[in-house]
C-alpha cells in the first residue's frame, strides 16, 4: 500500500517526552533460539514509535512481551520509571497497555459487538449490559468510519472489517500505551488514512503508541522516531528528521534492497489461463463484483492485478480457483473449461490459489511445518489408507528447501515461523502439486521487503521454467517488480493495461486513486 496522504501529525523529538514504559536488556529464547538478545526499547508518552525489522527480527516477540503474552527469558520492564512483571495480557491491560495482533484474534462465529468486549463484558442488572455495549461498539464503528453493524457476524465480514474489528477492541479499552502490530495489513488507502487520524487523536490526548508495519512509506508518515530491529538486536534508532527510506532498509538488511524484475531469456508460451465473460455476484445481490471480465495469461508471464478495495481483485481470483461460482463466463486452463470443476480438481489439473489471508485459508495451525507442507499433495503419496512417509518426507525436504523456509525442521509448530516463513509455507504447499498455473492474492501482505524479494524470486524462477503467475496486490510499488503486465481493475473490470516500464502515477490513477503528495 502506498502513502496515503499527510494527516497533519505534529512532530516533535521524541527524547524531549517522558518515556512511559522501557524495555531494559530484554532477551528472549525459545529452546536454542534466541529471539531478543539484550534489546533495550524506549517509549515516549504521546509519541509513536515505528518499529521496524525483517521477518523474524523480534519485533513480536518484543511486543509480546510489553504486553503480558509472553514473559522475557532475562531483563525487566520499567512502567513510569518502576519496574513491573507483566504476566497476562489482562495485567497489561490493567497497567494500560494494549495490542493490536499482526494475526486476527477474533470469533469468527461471534458478532463484532462480543468481539469488542470478549472477557471484559459490561455488567448490567440481570447480567450483561448488551445495549450499552451495542451503542459502545456503533461509536466506536463510527469513529473508525466504517459501516459495520456490531451485530454482525465476524465471519461475513471481509479481511479488512475484521481488521477494522481488532483495531476497535483495542480502542475500547482507552489504553494509555497502544501496540500496533501491522495494524494496516488488509485495510484499503481510505481506511488507513481514518487509522491515521485516529492515532493523530490518540496522541493529542496524550497514548503512547508503538506502530510496527513493512509498510515502510506508510509508516513515516506517523512516526516520532523509529528504532530497527535486526536478529533479535537492536541495530539502530533515531528521531524521525534524521530517517528515510534508505535509511531503514539500509539498517534492517543491510543494502539497499530490490525486489527483482520481470524475468527475461525466456520465450513465452501459448495461453495458460483465459477469462472469457467472467462474472461474479456481489454477496449482497446488489450488482456484480466481477463484470464481464476477459483476460488471458501465457505460460511463462506473470500478471499482477492492481486495484483498490472492493475492486474486485479477491473475487476473480477465488472464482478462477474455483472457491467462489461464476454466474456467467467461462476460464479455460490450456484451453479446457474448467468453470464446472472443484477446488481439487482444479488443483489437478494444474491450476492453485494462494489465498490472502494465510492463517484462516492457507495453514493449518494444528500441523506443523512438514504437514502443511505436503497437504495439497497428499495424493502423491498416498495409496488407500496407507502414506509413503518417507516419499512425503523427501517432497517437503525438497520443498522447505526450494522456497527457503527457515524452520527448525518439518516438525516445527508453523505458528513458531514468522509470517514471512508462513507466507513461503503456503507458496511451497501449492508448488508441491506442480501447478501450470499460480494465483497469488496479497502474496506480500505482512511480510517484510526481504521475504518479499524472496517470494518474487520463487514466482519469477517458476516463470522462466514455464509457469503462469498472476498475482495481486494492493502495494503500487509492487506492480513494478517482477510483472511482465500489470492489469489495473476497478469495479469489477479491467480499467487499463500497461507493461512493467510504466509509472505509479499512471497505474494509481488507473484505479482511481489519487496520488499522495
Not at 527524547?15 to 529452546?31: H, P, Q
Not at 474489528?165 to 480502542?171: F, S
Not at 481483485?313 to 472443484?342: K, N, Q, Y
Not at 513458531?416 to 511451497?428: A, D, R
Request: aromatic content about 2%; charged content about 25%.
Amino acid at each position: 500500500m502506498e502513502p496515503v496522504g499527510s494527516v497533519d501529525i505534529p512532530q516533535s523529538h521524541p527524547d524531549t517526552a517522558e518515556v512511559i514504559l522501557a524495555a531494559r536488556n530484554v532477551s528472549k529464547s525459545f529452546g536454542a533460539v534466541q529471539a531478543l538478545k539484550g534489546v533495550d526499547l524506549d517509549v515516549h508518552r504521546g509519541q509513536v514509535t515505528a518499529l521496524f525489522g525483517e521477518n523474524g527480527a523480534g519485533k513480536s516477540t518484543l511486543m509480546k512481551i510489553l504486553s503480558g503474552v509472553i514473559r522475557p527469558t532475562s531483563g525487566e520492564i520499567l512502567l513510569e520509571g518502576e519496574p513491573v512483571s507483566i504476566g497476562s495480557t489482562v495485567e497489561a491491560r490493567d497497567l494500560g497497555i494494549s495490542i493490536i495482533h499482526q494475526e486476527l484474534s477474533l470469533a469468527l462465529n461471534m458478532n463484532v459487538r462480543d468481539n469488542i468486549f470478549m472477557g471484559r463484558e459490561i455488567p448490567g442488572p440481570t447480567g450483561v449490559n448488551f445495549s450499552e455495549e451495542e451503542r459502545q461498539a456503533r461509536d466506536l464503528m463510527r469513529e473508525l468510519e466504517e459501516e459495520i453493524d456490531p451485530l454482525t457476524p465476524v465471519g461475513d465480514l471481509r479481511l479488512g472489517q475484521q481488521q477494522i474489528v481488532e483495531i476497535a477492541r483495542a480502542l475500547s479499552v482507552d489504553s494509555s500505551i497502544l501496540i500496533m502490530d501491522e495494524p494496516t495489513s488488509a485495510l484499503s488507502a481510505t481506511e488507513v488514512q481514518v487509522l491515521f487520524n485516529v492515532i493523530r487523536d490518540l496522541k493529542a490526548r496524550g497514548v503512547s503508541i508503538v506502530y510496527i508495519s513493512h509498510h515502510l512509506e506508510e509508516a513515516l508518515q506517523i512516526a516520532d522516531h523509529a528504532v530497527v530491529l535486526r536478529d533479535g538486536e537492536m541495530t539502530a534508532y533515531a528521531p524521525r528528521a534524521d530517517i528515510d527510506l534508505e535509511w531503514i532498509v539500509r539498517n534492517m538488511v543491510g543494502e539497499d534492497f530490490d525486489l527483482g524484475h520481470p524475468p527475461s531469456g525466456h520465450v513465452m508460451g501459448p495461453p495458460a489461463l483465459q477469462l472469457e465473460g467472467l462474472t461474479v455476484a456481489d454477496a449482497s445481490d446488489t450488482g456484480n463484483v466481477v463484470d464481464h471480465l476477459d483476460l488471458e495469461i501465457r505460460a511463462g508471464e506473470i500478471v499482477c492485478v492492481y486495484g483498490l478495495m472492493g475492486a474486485g481483485r479477491t473475487e476473480m481470483m477465488e472464482c478462477v480457483a474455483g472457491r467462489l461460482p461464476a454466474i456467467g463466463g467461462r476460464v479455460l486452463l490450456h484451453g479446457t473449461d474448467v468453470s464446472h470443476m472443484t477446488i481439487a480438481e482444479r488443483i489437478e489439473a494444474g491450476l492453485v490459489l494462494v489465498p490472502e489471508d494465510r492463517q484462516r485459508d492457507g495453514l493449518v495451525q494444528t500441523m506443523g511445518v512438514g504437514r502443511n507442507l505436503s497437504l495439497a499433495s497428499i495424493s502423491k503419496f498416498t495409496r488407500g489408507l496407507f502414506t509413503n512417509r518417507r516419499a512425503e518426507s523427501d517432497i517437503i525436504a525438497r520443498s522447505i528447501k526450494e522456497v527457503t523456509v527457515k524452520t527448525d525442521g518439518p516438525g516445527a509448530p508453523i505458528g513458531s515461523l514468522s509470517g514471512g516463513n508462513q507466507q513461503k509455507v503456503v507458496i511451497g504447499k501449492m508448488l508441491i502439486t506442480l501447478p501450470s498455473v499460480i494465483l497469488l492474492d496479497e502474496p506480500s501482505r505482512g511480510i517484510d521487503v526481504g521475504a518479499k524479494a524472496e517470494v518474487f524470486r520463487i514466482l519469477a524462477e517458476h516463470a522462466s521454467k514455464g509457469m503462469a503467475v498472476m498475482y495481486s496486490t494492493s502495494e503500487v510499488g509492487e506492480c513494478l517488480a517482477i510483472a511482465h503486465r500489470v492489469i489495473v481493475m476497478r469495479r469489477g473490470r479491467i480499467a487499463a493495461e500497461f507493461t512493467h516500464d510504466t509509472t505509479k502515477e499512471a497505474i494509481m490513477a488507473a484505479s482511481g486513486e489519487a496520488l499522495a503528495a
